[in-house]
RNA sequence: GGACGCUUAGCUCAGCUGGGAGAGCAACGGCCUUACAAGCCGUGGGUCGCAGGUUCAAUCCCUGCAGCGUUCACCA
């Protein structure tokens, strides 16, 4: 590789290539034997129907920074990687396919559609893990799992077997929420609310007493009433005291069925009567329990209407169904008024069919106690959720969950390891096959067509992925994790029952902290979508901009609590910093001789000068601050430090200020300078090769005979101490600062030199001038700074901390201009002067304020102090001109 | 309805246990200074949502209010 670099970066030019290296050489491969101490942390497992979008990449991104943080900080580090087989997901792209080809699922059968499934995902499952590969994650690939391969498949079986063992895992007919499109049951949380404009139907059913009179109820569903069992009253109610006991009659079917009372009734609300169809819905089904009513259904599977007694209804679909319910009501002069309605419908989050309260037979685990055993956890610390806003959510949830239905009527998915003997009706629960009752001995056997909710597998994920149900070495080396990063969007689908699981049948939690990050959005805060064409595609965007440039704007900018707004203005921006990064670099190795690029530069500190003190100072301070900062995983104040250190501190002050010792001539000095300069990149580039892993790894290689960056070792316990001589640099870069500003204000071109005139108020500073005068005079492009006379004519001054500079303009200065900017700046530290005066005066304050706090505010005032002698003296003078 | 969060410069937001109001972008002025115009130098701009309270001291802690947002539960 050439050591020359153009001055533009070209991501695209080394980034496939780095990742290859890595690859061949095996960086990102996790030892089970190696004494290092363990870092794990396993992939959100994206579904294998997936494409990487900005979720899994800030995902992704702050996992692969914490795995190389801590690959630097000497961990063996295990990031696990593998996908999800997402049962239902997959299973509707495959059948869409199908009935692209005009045949369909049932039409080939189970058998064929899953060998199809299985094609499908041989072909097109590995999409997201190239992807991840582009991104720039370090998991080892070489561990890969998938959520229905074989040893996860024992994994969930014997977990199945040990919890129905156990009795958390039972059989039941239950209300469930079904969805008549896809044919399945599917759980409370896959269940998502929309708001929907509706109608409120009075439905009026006459009383069985012969008297003509009715009762009105009020639904949205008329097409449930074909299985209504009873009308209830609250018992309190006073309007309808005179239906107690009595009975009314089910229109169009005839059948006559009680009134019941029962307190769920809301005496304010509606009528005050309502009609209870157990069979289709929730509530309705707790009281027909409570009343021990029958139950039967008017809605098959599909969605159809299926009533006996009605047969010009059956078969019909149910929103058919509903407006000829209406419509035979208003023919019986039976329908009372009907109001629209705004009320929230639930929908199958994979299809957005209107789901169906149904009872069926499911599989459920009880999860009262393993929620508690994960709260428990929670509360004693095992486990932290960051940030800790979360931890109301979660106790909410979890001290409310219900129980969770588990069996799923797809094909695609870990079928349930029960089998049903159908001589003896035995149900037997095992890992095994199994092919005889272990009852009747028959062998007329049948396993459950049922498959499981696919959260089920990814429930065991953490320990699943290492080798359980086998006690491997890697197992015991990585479990439990270090750290789960994932969106909180999943909090409760995943992040809770890998808790569950994880104690339940490992006994231990199965990681340390939970970090949630946010969502990533458009510049305007909205929600990316195809339709509205606010999509980033981060593939597109690493294609232009770079891995690292996507990296680092999604870190910067993924503080905790907040989502990410992301503009690609944003990403080009943080590109620049790449770019500078380069540039840097660029000059740096320009300035390199031959010898020093074959090793890591060493310090020989008794040779330094105070900006290389100074720099190596910024530097130490900077990296602490990083580490800091990654043990609160706040990344973007991480990414944000490095951002400013490196451009603000080394490229626009060190670089510039070491240019004329690179250029005088004198070889040991321009040594010294450049040997700094490299050991600075080359620390830099090890403090931010976690976020951008690409260029860091690229330059260092440059810098370097090292193998890799990968295994150096993170720069947080640098030393050094160089406090008075960066005290210094200090001093003088506000020297700099108030001449430039004279430069600036003053429209002084950049190439023409000027003569400076200083004068110390604090007599430490005339020490440091002499100095760093010759420093200042460089960087400041001043030709000559004089300290033993004032100026004879008018000159623009800048008053400093200690010190003031002046200038003598060319042409004549503005006297009344700078009479006016001065007594302005008078004004401001007058306002100052009056709070730290008040406040020195406060015998409260002195009473009761830390000392180091009033210390610091008398020098500060001192400070004030002494400026406004120095602005009264000056202006004294100009006025006197 | 419950819970949680947000409100700081024109925009997007930092500001972690109370004691200096900050960054990036945008704006404006000036620079082709041999690493970088994807750059350099400089400047302006904020009663830190409103009203109280605690404190010597509040952007920060407490209470109330307003606006916005997320989430859970959903009444026929």
Redesign the pocket.
Known sequence: MSKV?Q????PSEYENEIYEKWLTSKIFHADEKSSKPPFTIVIPPPNVTGSLHLGHALDCTLQDILSRYHRLNGYEVLWQPGTDHAGIATQNIVEKELIKEGTSKNEIGREKFIERVWKWKEESGNNIINQLKKLGCSCDWDRLRFTMDDGLSDSVKTVFVKLYNEGLIYRSNYMVNWCVRCNTAIS??E???A?TDDF?YHLRYPINDGSGDYVE?????PETFFADTAV?I?ANDERHQNLKGKSVILPIVNRVIPVIEDD????????????I?PAH???DFVVGKTHNLEMPQCIDLNGKITVGTADEFDGLDRYDARKKVVEKFRELSLLGEIVP?K????KCYRCSTTIEPMISLQWFVDVKDMAKEAVKSVKNGDMRIVPS??D??FY??MN?I?DWCISRQIWWGHRIPAYYCDDCNEIMVSVDTVTKCSKCGSSNIRQETDVLDTWFSSALWPFSTLGFPEETETLKKFYPTSVLVTG??IL?FWVVRMMMMGLKVMDKAPFKDIYLHALV?D???N?MSKSKGNVIDPLVTIEE?GADALRFTLTI?A???????LSV??I?????????I??????VL?NCDDVALENKAELDLSKLVYEDKWILMQLETACK?VA??MT?Y?F??AA?EL??FF??NF???Y??II?PRL?SGDEDEKRIAINTAKYVIEKSMIALHPFIPFITEHLYGKFTDAETICFEEYPSNLDFKFDDESFMVQSAIDI??SI??I???H?I???KGIEVFFEATDPKLNIMIETLSKMIKNIA?VDDIITDRKPDTEAVTVIGTGYKVMVVLDDLINIEDEIARLEKELKTLEK?HNIYGG?LK?E???????AD??E??KE?FEEICSKMKTIKDTLVGLKSK
């Open positions: 670099l001055s533009r970066i070209n409370d949380l269940v998502e609310f708001e409120m109820v009020a639904t949205t569903r209830a609250n769920f009734v809301d005496t304010e609300f509606g009528t005050g009567i309502v009609k169809t819905d929730p509530n309605l009320h929230n419908v639930g806003t979360w109301n959510t909410d949830w409310n219900r909180f969007d409760f959005r510049e305007h805060g929600k901009y900018l503080a905790q609590g907040r989502d990410i707004k203005n944003r080009e921006g943080y590109r620049n910093f790449i770019n500078k380069w540039n840097a670099s660029r000059f320009m601050k800091k900062a609160n706040s973007n104040e944000n951002y400013q451009w603000l490229c626009d002050f670089l510039e240019k250029h700099i600062n430039r500003n430069r600036g204000e429209n071109a950049p190439s492009k100052d406040k406060n409260n304050y002195l009473a009761k304020a830390k706090i009033i610091k505010d500060k």
